[in-house]
Every structure is written in structure tokens, then in C-alpha cells.
């Protein structure tokens, strides 16, 4: 095996996992998500030489990533109404509490438009700094900010009609 296929073996060893996560907060279901980064890792294999030698080959990744989860909504159609997560959703043991709170953020998640999701996901979920999101998005911090800020205002209106309709 060639030293650059190593390379590559050794990345979706050591990255395929966080990618899958990332990619299920996007699209919220498991096998859209396996989909997701498998294609996903298929391009960055096709373009291993560039994706190395980037300054970062995970926002390089993550990019691609997001790339699929958009393509996948706008051949969808309607991207702005998202499925209900399926109830059978493969969840390791946990508290009946603790999946309550994960089905709703992932609801609440999916009720967003794809570019607040996203800077959503990579901010607070993937823990990437506000620079670090605008190179994955492609955008200025700014558009990080105010996509941000839209996004956490609408979560809360989320959690608060839910709230009121309990």
C-alpha cells in the first residue's frame, strides 16, 4: 500500500466517527448520515493530495460533508420542512431522560434552515471556534455571527412553544 493511501486509511480511522456524529446532527438520521460520509470520504479519497496538503484537512472534510448534507436536501425538494427522527433510532443504553432531551434537541435541530444548522452543529457541537466554522461554511465570521444568533433565537422559541404545549 502507498504511503498516501496509509495517510488516508489512518484519517477515516481516527476521523470517521466524528464525521458520522456531525453528519447525523445534520440530517438526523443514521443511515442518511452513514451515506453522508461515505460519500463524503469518497470524494476527499479522490482528492486525497489536495485535502492533505490543506492547511486543515478536517474543515477541508467537514466542507464536503456539509456540501452532501445540502445536495441531498435541495434533490430532496423541500428543504424546508425536515422528517421527524424515527422513534427506533439505534441509541446506546441511556437514561429515559437523557433521550428525551437528545430527541428533542434533535428535533429542535432539524426545525432549523440548513446554514444555521450548520454553524449550530460546528459551533456548540463540534466545539470549532467562530473562525473555524466560517472557513468550513465558506463565509465571513460576521455571516457565523448573525447565522448564529438567528439560530439560538429560534431554538429558544422552539423550546418555548414546546413548553407551553406540554
Same mark, same amino acid.
Given at each position: 500500500m502507498s504511503r498516501p493511501q496509509e495517510e488516508f486509511r489512518? &484519517?477515516? %480511522?481516527?476521523?470517521? $466517527?466524528?464525521?458520522?456524529?456531525? $453528519?447525523?446532527?445534520?440530517?438526523?438520521? #443514521?443511515? /442518511? $448520515?452513514?451515506?453522508l460520509v461515505q460519500e463524503a470520504l469518497a470524494k476527499? &479519497?479522490? !482528492?486525497? +493530495? %489536495?485535502? %492533505?496538503? $490543506?492547511?486543515?484537512?478536517?474543515?477541508?472534510?467537514?466542507?464536503?460533508?456539509? !456540501?452532501?448534507?445540502?445536495?441531498? #436536501?435541495?434533490? %430532496?425538494? !423541500?428543504?424546508?420542512?425536515? &422528517?421527524?427522527?424515527?422513534?427506533?433510532?439505534a441509541t446506546a443504553p441511556d437514561s429515559t431522560d437523557e433521550i428525551v432531551d437528545r430527541s428533542e434537541l434533535l428535533r429542535a435541530l432539524l426545525s432549523l434552515p440548513e446554514? +444555521?444548522?450548520?454553524?449550530?452543529? /460546528?459551533?456548540?457541537?463540534?466545539? /470549532?471556534?467562530g473562525q473555524e466554522t466560517a472557513a468550513v461554511l465558506r463565509c465571513s465570521e460576521g455571516t457565523v455571527k448573525s447565522q448564529t444568533f438567528r439560530a439560538l433565537s429560534a431554538l429558544k422559541t422552539f423550546f418555548i412553544r414546546e413548553e407551553l404545549l406540554l
Open positions: 489512518e &484519517f477515516v %480511522r481516527t476521523r470517521a $466517527a466524528p464525521l458520522h456524529r456531525t $453528519a447525523y446532527l445534520l440530517c438526523g438520521d #443514521w443511515h /442518511l $448520515a452513514d451515506d476527499t &479519497f479522490r !482528492n486525497w +493530495q %489536495r485535502v %492533505r496538503r $490543506a492547511d486543515s484537512p478536517d474543515a477541508y472534510v467537514r466542507r464536503i460533508l456539509i !456540501n452532501e448534507s445540502n445536495r441531498y #436536501w435541495r434533490r %430532496r425538494g !423541500n428543504s424546508d420542512s425536515y &422528517f421527524e427522527p424515527a422513534g427506533h433510532e446554514r +444555521q444548522r450548520a454553524t449550530v452543529v /460546528l459551533r456548540y457541537l463540534e466545539g /470549532l471556534s
